[in-house]
């Protein structure tokens, strides 16, 4: 077995993809969502009264992009804007009742869908993923967000 680091990136830039794709079809599978729209959905979960800024970083999208994608939720009646009682210029996203339904059953079906298809692995092999998943925890899991300003092209 070749573990060399190398290896094991290759692994992941090979596999992380995949999952992504089959947890993208189960989003869209019980919902109208997009996995964008369900990521900042569960950021927004996570984070009461977040920022804009912030769940663009956790996206990797830019500030319009974020906003537009926020837009669609809201006019959904998962999320809501609101000012920031201190700073007037800051807007704060929350989840609204409906979206924190949504988001909880997406994340049951996910959830369940990932648990049927951990079942085919031995016990063995479930103890090993754990093991490797709590470890890139431990590796990227404090990773600070990203705060550098994105590149723009250059329009020629």
């Known amino acids: 077995m070749n573990n060399s680091t190398g290896h094991c990136a290759a692994q992941l830039l090979e596999v992380v993809p995949l999952m992504m794709r089959a947890i993208r079809a189960q989003v869209r599978r019980h919902s109208e969502m ?3 729209q369900f990521r900042a959905l569960a950021f927004l979960g996570r984070n009461e009264s977040a920022m804009l800024g912030e769940v663009a970083d956790f996206l990797g999208l830019t500030l319009p992009a974020t ?3 926020i ?3 809201v006019a959904s009646g998962l999320a ?3 000012m920031d009682p201190e700073d007037r210029r800051k807007i704060m996203l ?3 009742a409906a979206g ?3 988001y909880a ?3 049951k079906f996910t959830g369940n869908f990932l648990s049927e298809r951990m079942a085919r692995l031995t016990a063995q092999q479930r103890a090993g993923i754990s093991g490797a998943l709590c470890a890139l925890q431990s590796i990227f899991g404090d990773a600070p967000p990203e ?3 994105r590149p723009r092209r250059k329009i020629h």
Do not use: C, F, N, Q
């Open 80 to 82: 809501t804007r609101r």
């Open 71 to 73: 837009d669609g939720l």
């Open 67 to 69: 906003s537009k994608l």
């Open 34 to 36: 997009s996995v964008p």
């Open 94 to 96: 929350s989840l609204t």
């Open 105 to 107: 059953a997406l994340l």
């Open 100 to 102: 924190r339904r949504k």
């Open 147 to 149: 705060t550098s300003p």
